[in-house]
């Protein structure tokens, strides 16, 4: 028998994959369990594969316990979107389930996908049944496998643009499980009792990955998808303006636990070069040596990150190189101007407009002064049927692209009449994003998508005083340090430490290569603007000419830099 002393134990999610039966579990029995509004903890686990994550809120959570009450239980459920792109019907369809199943709102979230909140039980399975009818998903939206594939925003934009997204669709399409479970489940409801077949899933085995995986695809000067955060991203190489190639990043992230230093954000390494025909492979065997070196008895130690931080990226690379049967290319590093979308009006080579719009925090919703949900239902009805294209960004905005210039008034008057803006009006709102924290997500220690808005707007008092309200700086607000907002490449960030506190962070480079680092921790609002206001006045006098924010913090000696993931945590100096 072999000796397994000193072997680690898996973690408790390694068990539940390896029993679920291919994503089964009992997921379809507890659906069917009227006495509950929850489903077993296990299966919990599982509905991530699913896209689902059952949640409750939080806001009465306390007064329901008092009351000897269950939790006040619902279900948050992601709709996969590769690249972020939905045709108006598409969008129309969200809408309805919006109204119809879930808590009236859409929320687009910081990876170019779709997120309803607040589906109750019974309402889940027709949800789920109704997104799949509109040629939408939610499989693999979430879990411990390649999630939504990110693309530089608009395809309409060039020929360039066009491939990065075909790119980012052909990499989502090979690394979709094949599981049957999720139609079982969802789709052919009647087939569920006592169905068995489990699919071999060829790329990611039994076990899936250790850890969830995220992939982006990027066209250079624009890093809107912020290639560093993320485990694997391809970046264009260009050659007299056609692609010669994608450059290959891996190994960045951003979730840590406050008080573990062993876990931390980090910044992506540059692995090699491929050709596009070679990309789709290259993405599969990166997934492979994750697969089969990531960390499955530690879950915290479990990202890409960490296996390149213990492998080394030149073992990586050679396991990567191993599995391909070539060698990669030799990296180029790309050269990034900046994370912003371009809001507004923007006339393609073809005659052909885009307009995109501000959305606060990615919450599509009629609020008292812009009726956003509204405007965007009567654009999509109008565009329906056209070729216009409903495209979700990177930093949680909308954009409606390809559209003639026959339809552009129309959708002009509707933006006017519904009180939609194509900007914001300052450079820090402009550049701010906040992950949706309280009342659903689980893991909130603060506020965030429920108060970045009125921070920025007393921040923007600070900055009227300094002169720099159209200036643009990259700020960035999440409810705990998992960093859903991707926080630690901002400029300025706040993560969550408990009710109304919140560390800040101060040195991300204005393009995201570079991280940020903890300058003050456990601050409220008025603390947050008395460590701003001051910064503010001091860069407006003595900035150097094109200094960004994060740049100067750091030459005036305010903060060291970041320069890798594994010293975010050292030369803190408050
Ligand atoms: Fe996230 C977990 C929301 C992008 C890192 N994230 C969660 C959960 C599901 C909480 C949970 O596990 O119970 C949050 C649900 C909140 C809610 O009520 O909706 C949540 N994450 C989000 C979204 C909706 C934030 C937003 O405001 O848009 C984003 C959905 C993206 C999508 O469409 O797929 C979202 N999450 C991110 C990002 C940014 C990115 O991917 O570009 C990150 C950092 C990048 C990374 O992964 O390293 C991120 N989320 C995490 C982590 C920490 C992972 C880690 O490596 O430590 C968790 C916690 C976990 O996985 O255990 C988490
Ligand atoms: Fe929730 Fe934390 Fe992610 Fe915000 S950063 S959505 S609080 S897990």
Redesign the pocket.
């Known amino acids: 028998m072999a000796d397994t002393t000193d072997r680690p134990s898996l973690s408790r999610n390694e068990g539940i994959k390896e029993a679920s039966r291919g994503l089964r579990g009992g997921i379809a029995e507890g659906l069917n369990d009227v006495i509950t509004g929850q489903l077993a903890e296990d299966d919990t686990q599982l509905t991530k594969f699913h896209g689902i994550?059952q949640?409750d809120d939080r806001d009465i959570r306390a007064e329901r316990g008092r009351k000897k009450m269950e939790k006040a239980f619902s279900f948050?459920a992601?709709v996969r979107v590769p690249g972020g792109q939905m045709t108006p019907a598409q969008w129309l369809a969200l809408d309805d389930i919006a109204e119809e199943r879930a808590n009236g709102t859409l929320?687009?979230?910081?990876?170019?996908?779709i997120?309803f909140?607040g589906i109750i039980k019974s309402n889940l399975r027709p949800a789920i049944n109704s997104i799949n009818t509109a040629l939408l998903d939610t499989l693999a939206?979430?879990g411990d496998v390649n999630?939504?594939v990110?693309c530089a925003v608009n395809p309409y934009q060039s020929a360039i643009h066009a491939a990065a997204l075909k790119l980012s669709q052909d990499i989502s399409d090979h690394l979709t499980p094949k599981t049957s479970a999720y139609h079982e489940i969802w789709v052919d409801g009647e087939k569920v009792a006592g169905a068995d077949e489990v699919v071999e899933e060829p790329i990611y085995g039994r076990t899936y990955l250790p850890?969830?995986f995220?992939i982006t695809v990027a066209v250079p000067p624009q890093n809107d998808v912020?290639v560093y955060?993320?485990d694997l991203s391809f970046v264009a190489v260009l050659d007299n303006g056609v692609i010669k190639g994608w450059d290959v990043l891996v190994g960045?992230?951003?979730?840590?636990t406050h008080g573990e230093p062993d876990?931390f954000?980090r910044t992506a390494d540059h692995l090699g070069f491929c050709t596009t025909e070679q990309a789709v492979e290259v993405a599969e065997k990166v997934v492979i040596v994750q697969r089969d070196n990531g960390n499955r008895s530690v879950?915290?130690h479990a990202?890409l990150k960490y296996t390149i931080e213990t492998m080394g990226l030149d073992l990586f690379r050679s396991e990567v190189e191993r599995h391909l049967g070539y060698s990669l290319g030799a990296a180029h590093v790309p050269v990034f101007a900046g994370r912003g979308d371009r809001y507004g009006w923007t006339e393609g080579d073809d005659g052909r407009w885009h307009v995109t719009l501000f959305i606060e925090?990615?919450r599509v919703k009629d609020w008292p002064e812009k009726r956003l949900q509204t405007g965007m239902r009567e654009i999509a009805r109008m565009l329906e049927g056209s070729e216009g294209v409903i495209i979700l960004s990177?930093n949680?905005n909308l954009m409606v692209a390809n559209i003639s210039t026959a339809q552009k008034p129309a959708v002009e008057a509707l933006l006017a009449e519904h009180g939609m803006a194509t900007s914001a009006d300052s450079g820090l709102r402009r550049n701010a994003?906040?992950?949706?924290?309280l009342p659903?997500?689980?893991?909130a220690l603060a506020e965030s998508?429920r108060y970045m808005p009125e921070l920025l707007t007393a921040l923007e008092g600070a900055l009227d005083a300094a002169g720099l309200r159209q200036d643009e700086i990259v700020i960035r607000m999440t409810g705990c340090p998992?960093?859903?907002?991707?926080p630690y490449l901002a400029e300025i960030a706040f993560v969550g430490r408990g009710p109304g506190t919140y560390n800040l962070y101060l040195g991300g480079s204005f393009a995201g290569e570079r991280l940020n680092k903890l300058y003050r921790p456990d601050i409220g609002h008025d603390a947050i603007l008395g460590a701003l206001g001051p910064l503010f006045r001091e860069y407006a006098e003595a900035r150097e000419e094109e200094e960004s924010f994060g740049d100067f913090v750091i030459r005036a000696g305010h903060i060291k830099p970041t320069t890798a993931g594994n010293t975010f945590h050292a030369d803190i100096t408050s």
């Open positions: 994550y949640q948050m992601r929320r687009i979230t910081t990876r170019q996908a997120q909140h939206a979430c999630r939504n990110m850890r969830k995220k912020d955060a993320h960045g992230g951003m979730g840590m876990t954000p879950r915290k990202r925090s990615g990177p949680q994003m906040a992950c949706v924290a659903t997500c689980g893991l998508e998992n960093g859903c907002a991707r």
